[in-house]
């Protein structure tokens, strides 16, 4: 017996480490006490939670609309919120539902559940004029939604390394996502997913800290389900785009070069073809957020060239 005791003591170890692993993911429910804690920002009831928003200077004429993409919420967008306010745009920015502070509810996320949330919230807050749409990656399936359902709220589309043209896929997965999914995504991914935030960026030593503040997400009750559900329900938005494409509504791209996430050379000709009208800036020795790795040429395409270009 008492040679089993060491052996049984590695045992109770190690369950209790894989305990604590658990533990320490999704624990925290964006509740009332949650939002209480924030403090930046705003919060508003909308359809279907609480969504969290950033806004200035929304009387303005030209207001921008930051959204961002598959997984890092608003905060991806810092610089160019910032550079916004400081030029005298009016912008807003917000976390949709299942990112950031915004609420994780428990149903499908797909375009249409971001695109109405960007929508009900333009219209709760009064916003009458016209809008600059801007969508990050994932963030890109959003704003082409939003332009399909709602071209009157338009006054340009800028995609930013978007999401929505790759795609192979035509039919989403709306499944249910069962507590068995979420299990297997939380252990399979949760432990290296916060590093791998790095890989979007060409050259990662720049942005030391940009996983550790990730890791923040990870305690959010009911992100993965989110992750999960949004993966599910991309599909190609090929035949949206292409109607976009015939529309006069003014589009523009901007891409990084190096961009390894979503490759600009695997949709390049595709672009041409169903947006010919689309006007594509290629930012120099960037990844996947030219808004940040090179927000300096960034800043000048963006605010120089497309809000300036009346065309």
């Known amino acids: 017996m008492k040679t089993m005791k060491p052996f049984i003591y590695l045992i109770f170890l190690f369950l209790y480490s894989c305990t604590n692993d658990v533990e320490k993911y999704e624990y925290i429910i964006k509740n009332d006490t949650f939002r209480n804690s924030i403090d930046t920002g705003h919060f508003i009831e909308l359809s279907n939670g609480y969504t969290y928003y950033e806004l200035s200077n929304i009387d303005d004429d030209e207001i921008i609309v930051l959204i961002h993409g598959f997984s890092v919420p608003s905060y991806i967008w810092d610089e160019t919120y910032f550079e916004s306010i ?127 503040k990730y890791d923040k997400l990870l305690q959010y009750k009911g992100f993965a ?15 949206i785009n292409q109607h976009i494409g015939l529309s006069s509504l003014p589009q523009y791209a901007i891409w990084g070069d190096s961009d390894k996430v979503l490759p600009l050379d695997k949709v390049k000709i595709k672009l041409s073809s169903i947006m010919p009208q689309l006007k594509l800036f290629v930012i120099n020795n960037s990844g996947h957020l030219p808004n940040k790795e090179q927000f300096d040429d960034f800043n000048n395409v963006f605010f120089n060239k497309i809000l300036s270009d009346n065309d």
Not at 86 to 109: A, E, M, Q, T
């Open 225 to 239: 389900r989110a992750l999960i559900s949004t993966t599910r329900n991309n599909y190609s938005l090929d035949y």
């Open 86 to 212: 400081k030029r005298g745009y009016g912008v807003i920015r917000l976390d949709l539902y299942g990112r950031g502070y915004s609420d994780n509810p428990d149903i499908i996320y797909n375009d249409e559940l971001y695109a109405n949330q960007v929508v009900e919230l333009i219209e709760k807050l009064g916003v009458t004029q016209k809008i600059n749409l801007v969508g990050l990656s994932n963030g890109g399936r959003v704003i082409s939604k939003i332009a399909f359902d709602y071209p009157e709220l338009i006054k340009r589309l800028v995609y930013v390394s978007p999401a929505g043209f790759h795609n192979k896929k035509f039919i989403p997965d709306t499944s249910q996502v069962t507590d068995k999914d979420i299990k297997e995504f939380i252990n399979k991914n949760y432990s290296t997913i916060s590093k791998g935030q790095l890989l979007d960026f060409k050259d990662p030593s720049k942005f030391i800290g940009w996983d550790t």
